[in-house]
């Protein structure tokens, strides 16, 4: 690397502080250990300053109770004939004599660490230049492909000394975190605004990935809208919602409705009484001031909506992301893959974005006609046993097909219940699958007029 040039303009380095790390390691044992936490090989600027640092590593290596010195990595050097590379004898002899303080030993590693980012920043630069003249590579793969290498880089740039935490330091946070806990209740995870589906899982926690499964028309979406609506409008958490199915315009007057209480149908076949047009303005006013941000691109592609989400992450600083649905995301996978492989890749890929965006994920997925009629259970989830594998929490959906649509809004003979003006539907919600929880079935309420879901517990049947 030292003979690359940019733009007639030497790379970053500091060949004083690279000087200084190495001459310390030879001085002080201390210094070898607080260094070799810092830096790699690669990370020196200077071939010979490489050659070096390598060969006092495998001197440790290969003889673990001598003494690091001059004298002995010097003996080193010759016995494996090596020594011109790393400068010679005079120079390698200077590195001791050069170094202000082996007690800074640590500080000199950074700034060669530092300087070592500089460079790999620099080179990216310089390959995604090169890349982006080769009209034969793919716009969205190039991007989702220099994103990731730019999020390993920005991982890269924290040396391995902050990377790893003692159970000393962990066991007093994570007594801290549990006081505060006691105190004010689980702060970690978003609230789905469901009570006893947060007592349950404690909340959406960040890195999670978390399905939500039913056939369709049980309400996967209105389920996944109410969650979204009581923490962008509610709680004011920044909410990313990726919509592959339905417009954003279908999605604001499925929440409209439901905030405004107003019959859906009446929305979409605009007979709007006078009472209506005012509960709509006012619940415009509430949503206005809400967090919740769309993107409904149809057939979204998987590098398109990674790409997406962490623009949203960077820009809006969402805390929880919704995906509607897994089935209609377009892996950009060969024609010829079997579409569980697919599923699968997507899967992993939604996983493994939820980690590197430290978000929960929530993705809606259809389950196999065989849970038609009955409650589904996780070998249900369609296409891929991955998407079981890969979740951390898995929610089903399940509720009894309605044969006579009376029922739906209640009857003489039936005993339904009525929460705001509107008839409810029992529906099961069944938590299947925690990775780090209890499991369990809750009983939730979905009111078809209002496309919503609603708790039970706190009201009584009329």
Partial sequence: MASQHYGGRVPPHNDDAEKAVLGAMMLSFDAFSEVTEILRKDDFYTPSHQNLYDAILQFNQEHASQTIDLITISEYLKSKKILELCGGMAYVASLTSDVPTTSNASYYAKIVHENSIRRSLLSLGGSIQQE??????????????????????????????????????????????????????????????????????????????????????????????????????????????????????????????????????????????????????????????????????????????????RRMKRERDIKIMFVDYIGLINPESFPNVPRHEQVAEISRSLKALSRELQIPIVALSQVSRDAEGKEPNLANLRDSGSVEQDADVVILLHRERLTDMNKEYGSEEEHVEIIDGFPVQETKVIVAKQRNGETGIITMGFQHQLVRFVELEKHSFL
């Fill in 132 to 309: 982006a003249f080769d009209l034969s590579l793919d716009v969205s793969k190039l991007l989702d492909s220099n994103e990731q290498k730019l999020s390993e880089l920005q991982y890269s740039s924290s040396p391995l000394s902050d990377r790893y935490q003692e159970s000393s330091t962990l066991v007093n946070e994570t007594v801290d975190r549990l006081m505060l806990r006691a105190k004010h209740g689980n702060t970690d995870g978003v609230k789905t605004g469901f009570t006893q589906l947060d007592e349950m899982t404690g909340g959406f926690q960040p890195s999670e990935f978390i399905v939500i499964g039913a056939r369709p028309s049980v309400g996967k979406t209105a389920f996944a809208i109410t969650m979204a609506m009581d923490m962008a409008y509610k709680r004011k958490v920044p909410v990313g919602f990726f919509s592959a199915e339905m417009t954003s315009m279908a999605i604001m007057e499925r929440i409209i409705s439901a905030e405004a209480r107003v019959d859906s149908k009446r929305i979409r076949t605009a007979v709007l009484r006078s009472q209506d047009m005012v509960q709509i303005v006012d619940a415009a006013g509430r949503i206005y001031e809400g967090n919740l941000f769309i993107q409904d691109t149809p057939n979204i592609k998987l590098l398109d909506l990674r790409s997406q989400a």
